[in-house]
């Protein structure tokens, strides 16, 4: 499975103020290229097309606009302007992101003092702790030669 070049004729140019996936672009792996194709596999190569962002962030930016489009589409058939309550359900995703994203906090090692996300997990093994005798230290060994 390799490109033939027939992907070009359906190269599809990056959308402005949406994401190619929620505008209906779909991307080829082998040809890399985003293509405006409603199939489920590329018409050059054959293979099949990822129709969904692979980030988690953008994965969720997908999600909150795919449901913002149906809170609207609602509203429009019963004959209301829910902009407002749309932009809001936008936002509410976009902070639950970057609470997702947030990093862990480190915490100080009791015998060496730096830095670890995990440090109990480090404590145990840390070189500056008495507790732990190491290798060298146990065994010694006289070679005569």
């Known amino acids: ?3 033939k070049g027939i992907c070009v004729r359906y190269k599809a140019q990056k959308p402005v103020g949406t994401g ?3 505008s ?15 199939g489920l596999w590329c018409p050059c190569c054959g293979y099949r097309l990822r129709t969904k962002p692979r980030n988690l962030k953008y994965k969720a930016k997908l999600r909150a606009r795919v449901e913002a489009d149906s809170l609207e589409a609602k509203a429009a058939a019963k004959g209301k302007s829910v902009e407002i309550e749309v932009d809001v359900a936008i936002k509410a995703k976009s902070k639950t992101i970057k609470s997702k994203a947030t990093k862990k906090e ?4 009791i015998h060496c003092e730096k830095l670890f996300v995990y440090a109990d997990k480090h404590e145990k093994n840390c070189k500056k702790n008495p507790n732990i005798i190491t290798s060298q230290e146990s065994e010694s060994i006289a070679i005569k030669a």
């Open 1 to 3: 499975m390799t490109c």
């Open 106 to 109: 480190k915490t100080a090692c």
């Open 24 to 38: 209906g672009q779909r991307r080829c792996q082998i040809c890399e290229i985003f293509i405006k194709w409603e």
């Open 20 to 22: 190619r996936y929620a």
